[in-house]
């Protein structure tokens, strides 16, 4: 194996014999996982030259050197690559004793991530089920709008929507959509809707985080004029549904999402053979941490729970397609 030693080191030991600070190690750790010593500090709240500092401690110690120098980037060398795999390794054993320690003896605590619409339009009106089967789990629901307090540290499960996926994570997918125009029976009242086309006659809601945005919806369906088209912006997705039971237009949404409203007749599908499949939403847990019992019978829980395939679902014919899809 090629290996570049640093000038006037060997590889002694140091106090603690070969063992590196875990100050160092976990710096090292998070620099090779994001490949940035810049990403590295912003995720451990230091700075880049702190990040250095640490490695370069290592590099001393050991005699090698775990990154190469780039321009303004780094790379990990032969041995830092191998050498990362084994410290990845003995911080998540670490992680998972800790984690152990603190739950010995004490109701077991799962926390999931997972956007708004979702949690309170499919995965809340479930939960008790699972509750009242596993009372010696603690359920808590993070439910934002946005990623930004997702953390592997503070969560065990998440459920997300979109491609973007964060760093250090396993996944599956995990439900499909059915997204359909709905409206209430009153608009198609006062105006029938047979063709995509005939929509360009009515407001149209609109939600910045669907899948699939009009724009896309049309265009898969050969429709044109609709960039003069009017228009009302209402997010998250839940209360775009809302506005549409209230008749504020027609609204483009997931089926799985406006269940309850399809159900009860106050939102109708008046073209159902045009509504397009998509696998929205994707199941995630951190790559480097084991699952315990709980988590698993958690996770586990909601893959049985998720419904396949909406369309199945619905009993639809639509077309399936794998177009990007953003965040809601």
Known sequence: MSRKTIAGRSGQPGQHGFRPPLRALVAFEAAARCNSFNAAAQELHLTPSAISHQIAGIERQIGVELFARIGRGVQLTVVGASYYEKVRRILASLEEATREVINAGAQE?????????IAGRWLLPLLPSFIKDHPHIEV??????????????????????GDAMPNDSAIEPFIDELIQPLCSPTILRNAPIKLPSDLLEHVLIHSNYNSITWKDWFAEHHVTGYARHRGIQIDPSHIAIEAAVKDFGIVLESSLLANEEIASGRLIAPLREYAVERTSYTLAWP?????????????????AAAPRSDRKQHGRQAARSKAARGKR
Do not use: C, K, Q
């Open 109 to 117: 605590v799962l926390t999931i991530h997972t956007p708004p619409s």
């Open 287 to 303: 790559s480097r941490r084991r699952l315990n019992d709980n988590v698993r019978i958690f996770r586990d829980w909601l893959v």
């Open 140 to 161: 808590r629901v993070s439910a934002e709008p946005t990623r930004s307090g997702l953390s592997w540290d503070a969560v065990d499960l998440a459920i997300l929507y």
